[in-house]
């Protein structure tokens, strides 16, 4: 991969990067500069991060760069959510409840990218307990616009230039709306594919790891980065691909506007592949349900602590939300959703004997104006709960030019496939009209 | 349920104490005080504790006292693990590389505990991040021996009266097996069971919490409180059971005083309830194998921090064994070991068919002399990697006089019936010879 040298360094990709420090055409130092001069111009208006030390990050920089340009990740600065331990950076959880919180280990995936050489420029926004209760995070596009949460402040800053590659997590669409929003590629893994060691537990049964990044190659590398495995490349799809086009039982939430955009999508992916309308069993239509009261449910217990001795530092959205909800949800419920979800994974398995992937909208439309973080919910839980690993494209744009994201969808742990289809139809969809 | 006035109050339930506190019949302080007296004897030379405060255990004990006397666990000391995040005490991990380390919080299932009316006593030994490396603790029924690991002291205690019960983890069997080794209750629930936000991750795809006690309506009551739900009653058996009696593959492990121990158990259940002899299918042979890969491949991610900084630090046993396993795993190897326990745990559900429970060996035997704390670990690795809930019951005793427990083991979710056949398996079992 060349460098190319007309790009402002902070525009680069993660994996341009690391070439161009590895070879020897740049720094790390010279990268964290670029991207800290892009957040001093931008913060005030964007806001992306809770912490941030521009000192310590260069310190950090020039170490590396003294001590040698390897590494898969070789100088790339990263953003991390504010749920995620650093030993060099307070992790808040985006509570005042955890104001000053500082951890004094990094978290099994920030040590991961520290090994393989990435540098950690800050802590990005989350919003509180990465639950419903915004940030202070904008759009970049769109400043009266909401990024999306809850893991906010990594897609505004990725997509703002300010940084290549973030961290995030999702437990409902916490890395793909945002994604979707602010016009970036999100991924949320496979369930359990991640070492969550060090990462704040929100609910246990779903809760993944996830990245958010400006290319599909960097999104690849970093999964494998984030697994302590060799990083392979991108591979690629030699046959026309089959594609299961899921509008789901959701579909009348999306706008019509981004409707019309997913189903112009799915047109054009038809030109190289089988792209086959497919409705879920009906039953599925239930798993958002199950969604809601098995992370309530977990939710209420796994703050237990913030719930007897902060309750009034929690904000009303939470206390009257999801905890209200978790309080309220019987044992015997949660474990008829809990078995219910297990079944439906099973079921769902019948797809992969006809179809490589599945596509679905990946948001309601655009970014909405305000801060309702949240916005379409009920597009994320299915596929969540159902543990399968989804990308979120950025190929379409609304009437408002704001961006919005379509999602694709494979097997459990069939993420090399589903990078793979993902680079092809994003090759196709980004030459075509938007 | 009547307090047993001759009993001193350090030599009663978790259950018989919350019951005389909420009838007035006694004071946390009381308990306190005669847990501390216990403590004070016999710490010097069993050293089940990393940490203890004696004042500021009797300081909320006093509160407790103060502020009314309800909860399922009104007035009971407990002791938690020290890779347990409690916010008045240290948790160490079991390693240098921590030491002082402080959490600002507890964690989820510690703030259960203080929710239903416990208070936390002490911090009990764990060998080196809940893996082989033992701590200072010593067998309570011979100095000599092993107590068994990881969860050293919170069975050593429970067993010499100290504490009335205690929390523990297993990735392994780091419940079961000290349970067995000290003569005590021990539980290791259904995987995902609980909440684990504030526990050392070690191994996400197999680790739980676990319980300590000196009956099985502690177990019971405690597995309640730590689902945040209301305590239900041991449930009752009505028709004779059905066990299937399972050696497992690892029969040759087990000391033939053992296996002989064990053979007398189930024959003796078999004069009220029907005991099969099963084998496990010949594939689950390799559970083991997968457990080995599954669990070093995710220990050695998890610890990426604690490698890339405290090398040094970390024990040989821990740098030789599991670490080196786990840095030597191809991720390959990690996913087909992965499929393979999920066929096995597919495939395990045709027993539940014919039999209510598993009866099968607890441990090699009696607690080896020395520090093997880790001894027989072939003997858990399956049944955790099936993610079955299972309970072990100190019935049998060896020719030097030592415990050792015999394990029952349920369908996943299934752990009401679990304790009330274990509750009948029991009062059989503990009645007759030994």
Known sequence: MDLKLETPLNELTASEIAAAVRAGRTTCEAVVRACLDRIAAREPEVQAFSAIDPDRALTAARAFDAKGNRGPLAGVPIGVKDI?????????????????RHARRDAACVALSRRAGAVVLGKTVTTEFANLHPGKTRNPHDLARTPGGSSSGSAAAVADFMLPIALGTQTTGSTIRPASFCGVFGYRPTYGEHRLHGVMEASGSVDTLGIVARSIADIALYRDVLLGIEPQPLGLIERPPSIAFCRTHNWDLVEPAAQARVEGAAQRLA?????????????FAHLNEAHRWITSFEFARTFAWEIDHHWNDISETLRQGRLADGMSCSFERYVEMQEFAAQCREQVEWIWEDFDIILAPAAIGEAPLGMPAFAGAPLYMMWTLLHLPTITLPV???????????????????????????????????NGEQ
């Open 84 to 100: 995620i331990d650093t030993e060099d950076l307070p992790t808040e959880w985006g509570t005042p409840i955890h104001r000053g």
């Open 271 to 283: 030109a190289g592949a089988s792209v086959v309308d497919v409705a879920l069993p009906a039953d």
């Open 396 to 430: 379409l744009k609304g009437d408002n030019g704001m961006p919005i994201g379509i999602q694709l969808l494979a097997g459990r742990r069939r993420e090399r496939e589903l990078f793979a289809h993902a680079d092809r139809a994003y090759r196709q969809l980004a």
